[in-house]
């Protein structure tokens, strides 16, 4: 039983460990912040939607790239189009609830919402996405 309780435990206590070795030694925990990518038909959409997620404080930055070319299936028909991409910079812990909100505004039937989680980067800007994206 102790075996038992101690192997469903170790995600848990592995993920209180890897916090408190941060909280220590002041290291970035991989995964904690992650970069969504979100297409858009226009600018004008793309443009709405990013202002949407930040008036919403569900990322700290969204960068609206240009058009971009596009092919892809749709209902058994190759299709191809111009598209606009939004990356947006938040917590990792905000995806899901930032996916559920651009699903409801986005005109899309089924809009491109995906997510990396970012492994490392500049501590200071990482700590920058934390202080603008308010914890759950």
Known sequence: EVLTLLVL????????????HSAVTGSYIPGTHSIAFVNCLNEQIARDIARAIMDK???????????????YFWKGELEESTEILLLVKTRTSKIGELSNYVRSIHPFEIPEIISLPIDQGNPLYLKWIEENVPRD
């Open 9 to 20: 435990m170790y995600p848990l206590l592995q993920g209180l460990a890897l916090h408190l």
């Open 57 to 71: 404080k569900l990322a700290a930055y969204v960068n609206i790239l240009p058009k971009s070319s596009a092919l």
